[in-house]
């Protein structure tokens, strides 16, 4: 049995590889942060594997549900903004966030956090 190869097939370069770092249609895949526009300024935006915040609950701001400790989320903030300033969403609904009506709608029976 020969053995086990960790490099792609074809010679192709690694570096010239689209879903490499975070560019601009690029995969966020090592914590980096990004810069995307969010109601008319520049928002950092990271992502966050979920494993580091064990114990720790969040409350998404576009669907206004709890995101579960240890699931992968995004952080975004201003990009002028603070610690105080960071909020943690699910990946789809930061990805939907144009799309959703400016407030959200508790039901009746839904907690107030």
Do not use: F
Request: glycine share 12%.
């Amino acid at each position: 049995m020969s053995p086990r190869h960790n490099r792609p097939r074809g010679g192709e370069n690694p570096a010239d590889r689209s879903d490499q770092g975070s560019g601009p249609g690029g995969l966020d895949r090592y914590g980096l942060e990004r810069t995307e526009e969010y109601q008319g300024e520049d928002w950092k935006v990271r992502h966050v594997a979920g494993a580091s915040a064990a114990g720790k609950r969040y409350r998404c701001p576009g669907c206004d549900q709890e995101i579960p400790s240890g699931t992968p989320h995004l952080v975004a903030w201003p990009e002028y903004g603070g610690v105080d300033d960071r909020r943690h969403w699910h990946k789809a609904c930061w990805n939907a966030k144009d799309r959703r009506t400016s407030k959200v709608q508790r039901s009746r029976n839904a907690p107030k956090h």
